[in-house]
């Protein structure tokens, strides 16, 4: 089984070369499964339904979150309704929306992906690490095809998380820094991980964002509008193959493609 995970998509460039490639992308690399992060799609800050619609229409069959996923309001009314679209599991209880899904593949192979927020140097939520033994605990049994999105700043974390997990799901990729990671791997016990999958947008920037304002905001403080850069349109993203029987990944591999 093919997955493709894609990362944080920013703004109107990052959905743009979501538009153009990802059809002719899922087609030749028969992928079965196709998950994003769309955390940063609207101008870099939260998602809208109307995006996150239309990431749904261009093949992406989850949508995952993090720390940006309430900056747009009309997003809190969507997510009951949307189980499709995730924010992190180990947020309060209470809130809208969930932090796992379980649906069914290209394939035919049901499949769970679960979304978590790291602690270290973010805000000061629920523990993570029990939060997924929590979550795996409501997977049915007949699903062994299992992918952690690890929302978090800081590597370490990152890479607990995916020895925390090793064995227990087929793969655990790390977003939220935007900036990929040479580290994709299979661990022993045969979880696929990587500590960033890095950011689909302008890659001529910082982070996705124009620099003279980031630069600004470092050299004086004070504060600063962020506004989404344009140049150098780039789709960072990482290839899964799992062994669907047995929910064991047999390989992951970086992939990066460019807008036309």
């Not at 196709?34 to 939260?46: D, K, M, Q, R, V």
């Not at 093949?59 to 900056?71: A, L, M, Q, R, S």
Request: net charge negative.
């Amino acid at each position: 089984m093919k997955i493709l995970f894609i990362g944080d998509i920013v703004g109107s460039p990052g959905r743009k070369i979501v538009h153009d490639r990802l059809s002719d992308i899922l087609a030749q690399l028969q992928i079965d499964l196709c998950i994003a992060n769309g955390e940063n799609s609207a101008s870099g800050f939260g998602i809208t339904p109307r995006l996150a619609e239309d990431l749904f229409s261009w093949g992406v069959e989850v949508i995952t979150g993090g720390n940006h996923i309430w900056d747009r309001r009309d997003i809190i009314e969507f997510l009951p309704h949307e189980p499709r679209l995730l924010r992190p599991a180990n947020f309060p209880d209470g809130l809208p929306g969930s932090g796992l899904y379980v649906g069914c593949a290209r394939n035919g192979v049901r499949y769970a992906v679960l979304n978590l927020q790291g602690r270290t140097f973010m805000a000061a939520l629920d523990d993570p690490f029990r939060a997924a033994s929590r979550e795996l605990a409501k997977i049915p049994p007949d699903v062994k095809v299992i992918l952690v999105d690890m929302h978090a700043e800081a590597t370490s974390e990152k890479q607990a998380m995916g020895w925390y997990l090793d064995g227990k799901v087929s793969a655990v990729v790390g977003t939220h820094t935007h900036v990929p990671t040479a580290d994709f791997h299979v661990l022993p016990g045969g979880t696929a991980y990587t500590t960033d999958v890095g950011m689909t947008g302008p890659h001529d920037s910082v982070i996705g964002m124009e620099k003279q304002g980031v630069l600004q905001r470092f050299l004086d403080a004070l504060p600063a509008r962020f506004v989404v850069a344009e140049g150098d349109v780039q789709m960072n993203a990482v290839l899964i193959e799992v062994d669907e029987t047995i929910g064991k990944a047999r390989s992951i591999e970086r992939l990066n493609f460019r807008l036309d």
